[in-house]
């Protein structure tokens, strides 16, 4: 299921754009696209989201793809195109949230490349800070029009020394992690297989035992032998 939503913030200068809050929109799609934004519920929150004390404008929308990579459909295109009407330096979040593992948010930021700009042979993104960086494109999405139709932005995420602190330390593994009981049903059932385990290879070694008892001093020989041979094989 796919969810989309509008971002809030503000265009600091000629290159950057801030993103400070996002709201959900009612719209919801079950492919690779979702439907067009309901300027009348969007009008309507904005207002109620000024009475709180957020008076940002909107910079652009996001959605997901869900499992599908980072991307724009040519319904996404033509959305992002409405929002470039209003602003041109309007952008377009992707976000996949299934390919989003621990440590690692899988996530694109798009705007439109303009026909003629690609006619004249001109380079349509311009820079001058060297923040973040541009990742490489995948397959799938270069076959879906990136830099043909539009190309990517790169993402920085503003944190103090103490967020960035917090988040490099909240998968580090603590001396308390050795302190920690486990459930009692599951470390119960984690024994009993263990126990089991054992029982099988001690039920497996007495029966290798029997049958080498059971075998004449020649047939034994041989078979020390091919076990000889068998563990200097490398």
Same mark, same amino acid.
């Given at each position: ?56 404008? &909107? !910079?652009?929308?996001?959605? $997901?793809?869900? +499992? ?8 996404? %295109? *033509?959305? #992002? ?12 979040? &992707? !976000?996949?949230?299934?390919? $989003?593992?621990? +440590? ?8 439109? %490349? *303009?026909? #003629? ?118």
């Amino acid at each position: 299921m796919e969810v989309m939503g509008l971002m809030l913030g503000e265009f600091v200068d000629e290159y950057t754009v801030r993103v400070v809050d996002v709201f959900a929109m009612p719209q919801s799609g079950t492919g690779v696209s979702v439907e067009a934004v309901d300027h009348v519920f969007q009008t309507n929150m904005l207002d109620m989201l000024k009475q709180t004390g957020r008076p940002e404008m &909107v !910079v652009g929308w996001y959605h $997901s793809h869900p +499992g599908f990579g980072c991307w724009l459909s040519g319904v996404d %295109i *033509n959305t #992002q195109q409405s929002f470039e009407a209003l602003n041109q330096r309007a952008v377009a979040v &992707v !976000v996949d949230p299934i390919q $989003s593992v621990k +440590g690692k948010v899988v996530i694109d930021a798009f705007r439109l %490349i *303009n026909p #003629q700009t690609m006619m004249l042979g001109q380079e349509p993104r311009q820079t001058t800070s060297n923040l973040g960086h541009l990742n490489k494109p995948s397959i799938q999405a270069l076959i879906h029009g990136l830099n043909r139709h539009y190309y990517s932005i790169a993402i920085n995420y503003r944190k103090n020394e103490l967020e960035e602190k917090m988040l490099l330390n909240l998968h580090k593994k603590k001396w308390t992690d050795g302190l920690t009981l486990k459930r009692f049903d599951t470390h119960s059932k984690t024994n009993e297989q263990t126990v089991q385990e054992m029982l099988n290879l001690a039920i497996k070694y007495n029966k290798a035992v029997q049958e080498e008892d059971e075998l004449t001093p020649e047939k034994a020989g041989n078979c020390k032998c091919r076990k000889a041979r068998c563990e200097k094989t490398p």
